[in-house]
């Protein structure tokens, strides 16, 4: 049973030493009592309470790994209804169906595209996860799975229903760690036998929540924990609404048969619709998507969503507080300043480089935040940001004393100048307006 915030106070120090960021060792047992924090905050926990609690804080939704090495997917192990919260943990793995039934040639030109949907971001890398094949034919489905093993180190669906034929692919694909996706209440005990010989992760799929939870018992029973659930095709509305059920039951009221991952395959032949669909999902509750439409813009948007998703909402993400040179700068290159929230520097770096205007980007260290909120909270004022350039050394890098500042932060002009002996200069509002900006400077 469940541990009550009282229970978990008593087996904290009750020094209210506030080292785990809350007030009091009570504040902290509330939220521990929540599953909204890990016990690894306190570090003055006993041995014996801390088996207590971690046995306790054992995740409410079962984490399943898919694939091995640096592109194994890992996905579940959720603690929270809502990102601000908490966070989000294990990023939503997207991945593309490909039918048995392509010729070899068309295969390995989409293997080879999936593999290539790889992008930048704000500093981050962002790439998919997962090629799933689908069976038709038993021969062309196991030429299609050595094809798919020899072409990608992404991980590798088998949606198969047919037990013999899913044996003889598994024999091919077993040290990929492959997930099985073909279980349902006709073929459970085949199918399973398969997950439990192989020791892979399954997909178990069913028509509503009651099913599934009535089938993820079965299989526990068998020793089988590394489920993920499919509800199968329904409207999006529906979808959504189950997906969002699932995740509460979990969450809420500790319903461990309901307590894993869930999958989304997206039957949509519009690829705008398929994206939207696929969107949705991935805000609330997949744990992986399915499309089957390959496009690099496709890819570009849900996997930018799905970073702004799992970002921590805690912890912006942050670039090093420095002076970025851009393209061929020198000491007469003009100077920009703003914060080293990423999107901020990022923003204002393409736009730099949009203008083919060397110059030096001052990120000031403002704990993440964007230059409005870094002001408003007094993260970027003038003294921070003369101790920045002190501190980097700009006099330096430059011989003359001009300082562009965001044009939202006009207002720091006056004391910005008195702080640096600098003249201010100030620049346009939104990162947009750079390029002209710097090209008329
Ligand atoms: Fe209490 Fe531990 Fe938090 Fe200190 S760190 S306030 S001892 S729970």
Redesign the pocket.
């Known amino acids: 049973m469940a541990l009550s915030g009282l229970d978990i106070y008593k087996l ?14 009570l ?3 509330m939220q521990l009592a929540k599953k909204a924090v890990s016990i690894d ?5 006993s041995k014996e309470s801390k088996e207590t609690l971690n046995a306790q804080a054992q995740p409410p939704i079962k984490m399943v790994t898919i694939g091995t090495g640096d592109e194994k997917l890992e996905i579940g192990n959720e603690s929270v209804l809502f990102r601000h919260e908490e966070k989000f943990h294990r990023p939503c793995g997207i991945g593309f169906i490909l039918e048995d039934s392509l010729p070899e040639t068309k295969l390995k030109e989409n293997i080879a595209r999936i593999n290539g949907l790889n992008f930048e971001r704000i500093g981050q890398q962002l790439s998919v996860n997962l090629i799933a094949i689908k069976y038709s034919n038993k021969d062309k489905f196991i030429n299609a799975v050595k094809t798919i093993i020899a072409n990608t180190k992404l991980g590798v669906v088998l949606v198969c229903d047919d037990p013999a034929v899913l044996k003889s692919a598994l024999e091919i694909a077993k040290e990929r760690r492959p997930l099985i996706f073909g279980a349902n209440k006709n073929n459970l005990a085949q199918i399973s036998g398969l997950a439990k010989e192989y020791n892979l992760p399954l997909v178990v799929s069913a028509g509503d929540l009651s099913e599934a939870a009535e089938l993820t018992k079965q299989l526990n029973s068998q020793g089988l924990t590394d489920l993920i659930i499919e509800i199968v095709n329904k409207p999006v509305a529906s979808r959504l609404w189950d997906l969002t059920q699932i995740r509460r039951q979990a969450l809420k009221k500790s319903n461990r048969s309901l307590g894993y991952p869930l999958l989304v395959a997206i039957d949509q032949p519009d690829q705008f619709e398929e994206v939207m669909e696929a969107a949705t999902y991935i805000a609330k509750y997949a744990s992986i998507v399915l499309l089957k439409g390959i496009e690099n813009w496709q890819a570009l948007a849900l996997l930018t969503l799905r970073q702004n998703i799992y970002t921590d909402p805690q912890k912006p993400l942050q670039i090093e507080p420095k002076i970025y040179p851009i393209g061929a700068a020198n000491n007469k290159s003009p100077v920009l300043i703003t914060t080293n929230f990423s999107l901020s520097y990022y923003t204002v770096l393409s736009e730099v480089e949009a203008s083919k205007v060397p110059a030096y980007i001052v990120s000031v260290d403002t704990e993440g935040m964007s230059v409005l909120t870094a002001w408003a909270a007094e993260k970027f004022t003038p003294e921070k940001i003369g101790d920045s350039l002190d501190k980097f050394g700009l006099k330096d890098l430059v011989s003359h004393k001009k300082l562009i500042i965001p044009g939202y932060v006009a207002m720091l002009s006056g004391e910005l100048e008195d702080k640096t002996g600098c003249e201010i200069i100030v620049g346009p509002k939104e990162a947009a307006g750079i390029p002209s900006f710097l090209k008329n400077l």
């Open positions: 904290l120090p009750k020094t209210n030493c506030r080292e785990c960021g809350f007030v009091t060792c504040a902290f047992a905050k306190c570090p003055y926990l």
